[in-house]
């Protein structure tokens, strides 16, 4: 069984950093891409990033690009989000995902093998 978590959350004053992180059991974690996603109340999931199986590709939302920075360690079998300059529109609960091929199109249409249940990440001063 595929176990996906994310830890990392919090809440955080506009202007700061917070980094995520995303632990996968239950498969071979360098055979997929990991990708990003975040929900913010009423509005429809989104996605933020996406990484290739090797980390050699990331693709970045537009709305994130330049201030968030994703990475793996593929032998922790370890997904990073590394946000900065947050801003009160990046309150969301983020959710961490395996891909189900090891290359991503794109941020949002990627085929999704397994969620994690999320974390809430919360802007405010």
């Known amino acids: 069984q595929v176990q996906v978590v994310e830890s990392g959350g919090g809440l955080v004053r506009p202007g700061g950093s917070l980094r995520l992180s995303c632990t996968v059991r239950g498969l071979t974690f360098d055979n997929y891409a990991m990708g990003w996603f975040r929900q913010a109340p009423g509005k429809e999931r989104e996605g933020v990033s996406c990484?290739?199986?090797?980390?050699?590709?990331?693709e970045y939302a537009d709305s994130v690009k330049g201030r968030f920075t994703t990475s793996r360690d593929n032998s922790k079998k370890i997904l990073y989000l590394q946000m900065g300059s947050l801003d009160v529109d990046d309150t969301a609960t983020y959710f961490c995902a395996v891909v189900e091929y090891r290359y991503c199109s794109g941020t949002r249409d990627n085929k999704v093998k397994a969620w994690g249940q999320g974390t809430q990440v919360t802007v405010s001063s």
């Open positions: 990484i290739n199986w090797t980390g050699s590709t990331i």
